[in-house]
Every structure is written in C-alpha cells, then in structure tokens.
C-alpha cells in the first residue's frame, strides 16, 4: 500500500464518490469474467506506436512534441450528426481523434523544426495554429486549443526557459511530482470537480501525458520515473463506453437514456463525475483481479489495453458526450 504523502488525489477522490454512486454501478462478476478473458488470451501491455507519433533523437523536441500533444488531446467527437468528424489524411490513409492530432503534429515538427519549440509558440496567431493543425471536418473547442498552447508555451518559457527538458527534470523523476506540477502549473491541465463541498481529482490529460513521455521514452531516460505505481486510469469517454459493452457499468435508466440519445452531460455534473470516477475504480479493480493470476497490471497499463480495444470493437452504444477540454 502507497504511503499517503504518496497516494495520488485522483485515486483517494473518486472512491469517495464511487462509494455513494446512483447514476453508475461497478459489476465486479463482470471484471472478473474480463480478467479471465484476459488470461486465457494472454493479454499484455501494449507497445509504444512509434510509427503514429513523432520520433527523434532530440530528447528536446521530442518532449516538447508530448506536452504539445496532450495539451490538445480532448474532445475528437463533432458538435452535431450532420457534421464529419475532424481528420487527417497520412500516406493516403484518414485518421481521426487522437491519431489524427498525433500524425498532425508529427507532421508539423518534422517539416516545419524551426517553428517546433515553446518560444514560437507562445505567440502563434489562432490562423497559422488552424493551419498548423490542417485536415479537414469539425473539430470543437478550436479557438480554445488554440489559446491553450499559447498559455503552455508561455509557461514553459517564462518558468523553465523554454525547455521542456527543465520542466520533465524539476519533478525529480517522479510522476507524484510530475503530475501535479502539470496540472499545477500548465494552463488547462488542472482537471478537478466538485461534489457538493468537495474536491473530486480526476487529472486525465496531465496523467496521460506524464505516461506519454514514459511510454515514448520506454521508460528510460527522461522517460525514467520511479513511481508508475502512482497514475491511476485516465478518465475519459472511450473507456466508459467498452466498460459498459462489456456490462461492467450498470447505467441508471435516466443516465443510460442520456446517453444513448446522445444529450449533452454538463461537465462537473453528478453524472460526469460519476462516470469519470467509476472509469478509474474499474481499472484499479481489474488490476486487483489480475494479481490474482500473477499478472501485475499498473493501472496505466490497463488503461491502454482497454482504449486500443475501444478502437477495434465495434461497439453498440455510444459513448457519454460532454464538451469539455479535459478529455
């Protein structure tokens, strides 16, 4: 068991909730059957996609092209049926959501390495960022992506001099550091909701890319941090979505027909809060499952292994809709 000056708030928090939850039910009989599953498969951690992100030897630039990626990692779906979905054509192939924005951007810093870096940034204009992004469809929240890597660029060049390296190193190679500095201290990172009096920590974007720069370093270097232990899942609307396919969420009937009728649930809403903090409660308990069977699962690890799964099923609900930039 962590020590409490090392436990992560988003863990601590969402029990809380988890614990009094009306809106959404965790089936354990449900995690076991999937660990189960998983065992007889075989499942491991997923590798790193080096060939859909932006590889270098720069370890510069390379942390630079992370914070840039998770600083605009939210919301993929379009603001209405009648629009297409945002996307990207790479090597004559249309990827949307998180690959796009990762292709675009490894796009950007390898054909445009002067404008690559925090300095450039801090004052690009919301034209040459549309530009920057390109592809085509309906992307939501653009004007405020666009405020927002102005805000981190700022940031990273006022605090840390523009190096992404200073910002990575100054938490000492722990993700207990790392990660509340990032939702700390780099504008829009600092997921937190409230339930009643409260403060709920859900943190997905900062968790993420704090496991980002651990995955794309495979953990060595400036991807070496002594506490993987400390994420939990991150919280977003493509794992509530399989873990419900897969019946380990039990939906309310108003929350299950919001839902499905796909009306828009007001970030910070009980019922947001409560998706959110079971998505992180599923996983640390299908973790616990699977200790029961050797396999030591951190929760990242399961939350990467249920996300990739999201993308190759075909799955029959929608997913929850909330416009937020958090996730």
């Known amino acids: 068991?962590?020590?409490k000056n090392n436990e992560n708030p988003v863990?601590?928090?969402t029990l809380e909730v988890v614990s009094r939850a009306k809106d959404v039910v965790i089936n354990k009989e449900k995690i076991k059957e999937v660990a189960e599953t998983w065992i007889k498969e075989g499942v491991s951690?997923?590798?790193w996609l080096y060939d859909m992100h932006y590889v270098s030897k720069d370890e510069e630039t390379m942390l630079t092209y992370y914070i840039l990626l998770d600083s605009l990692n939210f919301c993929f779906w379009p603001s209405s049926h009648k629009k297409k979905k945002w996307y990207i054509v790479h090597e004559r192939k249309q990827y949307n959501g998180y690959f796009g924005l990762s292709l675009t951007l490894r796009k950007f810093f390898e054909t445009q390495k002067e404008k690559a870096n925090f300095e450039y940034l801090k004052s690009i204009s919301y034209k040459e960022f549309v530009s920057l992004l390109g592809g085509k469809g309906d992307l939501q929240?653009?004007?405020?992506?666009?405020a927002i890597v102005r805000g981190v660029s700022e940031v990273i060049c006022k605090k840390y001099k523009g190096s992404a390296i200073r910002f990575v190193e100054s938490s000492n190679r722990k993700l207990s550091v790392l990660i509340p500095k990032i939702a700390q201290e780099l504008p829009s990172f600092n997921d937190v909701a409230y339930a009643g009096s409260k403060k709920i920590y859900l943190w997905k974007r900062a968790q993420i890319l704090g496991l980002d720069i651990y995955g794309a370093f495979e953990g060595k270097g400036k991807g070496y941090f002594e506490d993987p232990e400390y994420a939990t899942a991150f919280p977003d609307y493509k794992l509530p979505q399989i873990l419900r396919f897969w019946g380990i969420f039990e939906y309310s009937k108003s929350l299950a027909k919001r839902v499905d009728e796909e009306k828009l649930i007001k970030p910070g809403s009980r019922e947001e809060i409560g998706i959110r903090s079971a998505t992180v409660w599923a996983v640390e308990y299908l973790c616990d499952e699977l200790k029961k069977y050797g396999r030591n699962f951190h929760?990242?690890?399961?939350?990467?292994?249920?996300w990739n799964k999201s993308q190759e099923i075909k799955l029959d609900k929608p997913y929850h809709h909330t416009k937020t930039v958090f996730y």
């Open 11 to 13: 863990r601590t928090t």
């Open 299 to 306: 929760a990242y690890e399961v939350d990467w292994i249920l």
């Open 141 to 146: 929240l653009t004007r405020e992506r666009s």
């Open 45 to 47: 951690s997923p590798c």
């Open 1 to 3: 068991m962590k020590s």
